[in-house]
């Protein structure tokens, strides 16, 4: 298989992660079908989809044409079997639930042709955990777009030690064919490449807030004005997700059962409360009036 035999690709999850991931594809020339269990969610996407083309003809970075072709090339729907079972490419964004994770590649390894590639886009779960529930474990692997995907050019394609080198190198091109900056994780190891090195940052942040060290907002300055970074960790939280955090962590908790690698009671606070970030309205800061 090579990258020219991709012709449709299929998202799992119209959530904020999947419905860009969606769009993307579409731009970039691929017949995309997007599904999810959500009717609700399904038409947010859609919706998002005419209000973006919308957005790109008004400002000039596309012609009437452009998008109108963009439109033609992405569909919703709710059934699993319509979106899969002609598709060359699989990614699935679904929540951060292994058990849920490995039903839904179950399912596709059913439906899907044999030459289709699946892959997750899972920041916190490797493949090798799924791989094992399908007759293709080679073509299983993890493709790990970053939030939000419409904007952000970084994806890690990481190698487990069932998945082919052709998988490899066809998801790499992949993502080149996407106008994403790709790179290559030769081994499963947690948190992959960047979220490795954030975490560090994100425990540290959290550890100094919990202690009453220093305010949310001069922990962000200070990695700002001090570090350079474009924006603080809790600035950057909002953007990616509290929810996401949280949920990545307490899977990491229940893993190694280490109180260590719980999550931050002021993040869990956040949780509980529905204030997941920007996409709320509120998270660290408050976005309602903007």
Known sequence: MNIDDIKTITVIGAGNMGHQISLQCALKGFTTICTDI????????DDFVDSYLAGRVEKGKLSTEQARDVRQRIHFTPSL?????????????????LD?????????DRIAPPHAILATNSSAIVSSKIADVTSRP?????????NPA???????????????????????????????KAVHVKKEVKGFLLNRILL?????????????????????????YGAGHPMGPFTLNDLTGL??????????FRETGNVADR?????????????????????WYDYSDK
């Open 243 to 252: 929810d996401l955090m949280y949920t990545m962590e307490m899977e990491t």
């Open 150 to 180: 419409l904007v952000m050019e970084l994806v890690e394609v990481v190698q487990g030690p069932h998945v082919s080198e052709e998988t490899v190198r066809v998801s790499m091109e992949l993502c080149k064919r996407l106008h994403k």
């Open 200 to 224: 560090a940052m994100f425990r540290e942040a959290f550890w100094l807030l919990d202690m009453d060290v220093a305010s949310i907002e001069d922990i962000d300055k200070a990695c700002i």
């Open 38 to 45: 959500s009717e609700d969610l399904l038409k947010k996407a």
């Open 100 to 108: 849920l994770k490995r039903k839904i590649f179950a399912d596709l």
């Open 138 to 146: 080679e073509k299983v692997i993890n493709l790990h777009f970053f």
């Open 263 to 283: 999550p931050s009671p002021n993040l869990v606070k956040q949780y509980v409360e529905g204030r997941y970030g920007k996409k709320t309205g509120k998270g």
């Open 81 to 97: 079997e319509e979106a899969a079972k002609d598709t060359d490419y699989v990614i699935e964004a679904v929540l951060e639930v």
